[in-house]
């Protein structure tokens, strides 16, 4: 039975926003049965030999699909994608096509959003936030640009289809902790909001928000 590694209690400043959320909202898409393995973050439950053998940087979410583990969200949808045969094409062309915008979500788009927050949350002073972060808005910016055109006449953002991609995408969208710098991009905004009212999402997120705890 596929085990998926999740938190059980995480602080409140990322309960609702970990990234264990978009595994678990793939598999609601996919209606692939699981085994839940709740992790208690402030007790340290990942920081132990036993988990690290799984998730060497000591994070969730990892996989345990009878022998086959995995660490990284991206890796976890691909993999989940293409051994359900959803939420993926089958063809290389399309396969290509969603793989790009995994790593786009991942590897550009989430890179200063995440940024932004680690300044927030690690500067002393507002003085001393002010440049990196201004240097981080305006490389957000320079993605949501691209971005606001790319999604110009498509409903997602990798294939004709919902896939994987949006998961990762819509849910990095989703680390923009303040609306106004979205303002200018109503593209993004729609694609973002069209992804997370898909019932898949609400139901994940209910159920999340009902069983772990805030700690
Ligand atoms: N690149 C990884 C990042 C995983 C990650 O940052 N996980 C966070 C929760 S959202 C975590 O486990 N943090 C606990 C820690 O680092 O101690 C992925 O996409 O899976």
Redesign the pocket.
């Known amino acids: 039975m596929l085990k998926v590694y999740g ?1 059980s209690r ?1 602080n409140s400043v ?1 309960r609702g ?4 959320l ?1 595994v678990l909202w793939a598999l609601e898409e996919m209606q692939m049965p699981f085994e839940l393995v709740g992790m208690d ?1 402030p007790a340290h439950e ?2 132990t030999d036993a988990y690290r053998r799984l ?1 060497p ?5 990892a996989i345990d699909d009878d022998g086959i583990v995995l ?4 890796a ?1 949808l691909i993999y989940l994608a293409k051994k359900a045969n959803k939420l993926i094409p089958s063809d290389p062309a399309g396969e290509a096509q969603v793989v790009r915008w995994c790593l786009a979500a ?1 590897n550009s788009v ?1 890179l200063p959003l995440m940024s932004m927050l680690f300044i927030d949350w690690t500067s002393d002073s507002d003085a001393g936030a002010a440049k990196p972060r201004q240097f981080m808005v305006g490389w957000a910016k320079r993605l949501f640009t691209g971005l606001e055109r790319w999604l110009e006449g498509r409903e997602f953002v990798a294939t004709d289809t919902f896939t994987v991609a949006d998961i990762l995408m819509s849910h990095v969208l989703t680390e923009v902790r303040d609306e106004r710098l979205l303002e200018p991009y109503g593209n993004v905004r729609n694609y973002r909001d069209r992804c997370l009212s898909r019932a898949a999402w609400r139901r994940t997120m209910e159920r999340y928000l009902a069983r772990v705890e805030e700690g």
Do not use: K
């Open positions: 938190f995480v990322a926003h970990t990234r264990d978009r973050h990942l920081n998730s940087f000591e994070q969730i979410p660490s990284e969200s991206a976890i991942m989430e």
